[in-house]
């Protein structure tokens, strides 16, 4: 079975500091992809960041990098001058055999000017 | 930008009553699912099409709910009758291709909110 595991129900971050999100995931596929989506309050999901699991240099966009640790099955956010916009729910899901997507619970993001 | 359009975006029922979730996913995107989202967690698929035909149902409590995407663009999500515990968010996702190695990326509506007294 797939798993996707977010340990950090709430996080705050002062704004222009940095927060780091947590994930850790199971799979028994070898090729697979990783992702972070951010949902803002009553607002649609979005994509933040995607991992390919088979490339070793971790992805980045813009102030969203990520840590991925393959062999511990660990697959962090870091967010950089965190902005007032930030604050949202963050997801981390793993793309399923199917093409679907499979999630964890969520961590609330807070960010205090 | 092209969105995945989603109605109602609110839904108040009765238990025991019928509602009826509607999605139209962006223009040429071969596969559509739906997700439920209980408040506090994440979304779970419920069930996922490729064009006409469902890839996955298996997360469907097909004694009270059923989807269809019968022209394979536009889908219908009901619930008969509600209950209780089906208030949530429903979600409709849509990918451009099924890609075994999971590599889609999935764009969202803004989803449909039910609450059922």
């Known amino acids: 079975a797939q798993t996707v595991t977010q340990s950090q129900p709430e996080m705050s971050v002062q704004e222009a500091e940095t927060v780091t999100l947590s994930c850790t995931y199971d799979t028994s596929e070898s090729d697979y992809y990783l992702f972070w989506y951010k949902q803002p309050p009553s607002r649609q999901m979005i994509l933040v960041i995607r991992q390919e699991a088979y490339k070793q240099q971790n992805a980045t966009e813009n102030r969203f990098s990520v840590n991925f640790q393959k062999a511990a099955k660990s697959f962090s956010l870091k967010i950089s001058d965190s902005q007032l916009g930030d604050a949202a729910m963050y997801f981390c899901?793993?793309?399923?055999?199917?093409?679907?997507?499979?999630f964890g619970k969520g961590t609330k993001l807070s960010v205090k000017p | 930008e092209a969105e995945v359009a989603q109605s109602p975006r609110y839904k108040i029922t009765e238990k025991s009553q019928a509602v009826a979730f509607w999605c139209d996913p962006i223009s040429g995107h071969a596969t559509l699912y739906w997700y439920r989202q209980i408040l506090g967690q994440g979304p779970e698929l419920l069930v996922q099409?490729?064009?006409?035909?469902?890839?996955?149902d298996s997360q469907l409590p097909k004694d009270r709910f059923s989807a269809e995407r019968l022209k394979g663009v536009d889908s219908t999500l009901k619930i008969q009758p509600a209950e209780l515990g089906d208030s949530a968010m429903y979600l409709c996702?849509?990918?451009?291709?099924?890609?075994?190695?999971?590599?889609?990326?999935?764009?969202f509506g803004a989803g449909s909110r039910l609450t059922v007294l």
């Open positions: 996702a849509s990918s451009l291709d099924l890609l075994g190695s999971g590599a889609n990326v999935l764009t």
């Open positions: 099409f490729q064009d006409e035909s469902v890839v996955d």
């Open positions: 899901a793993l793309g399923g055999s199917q093409g679907n997507l499979i």
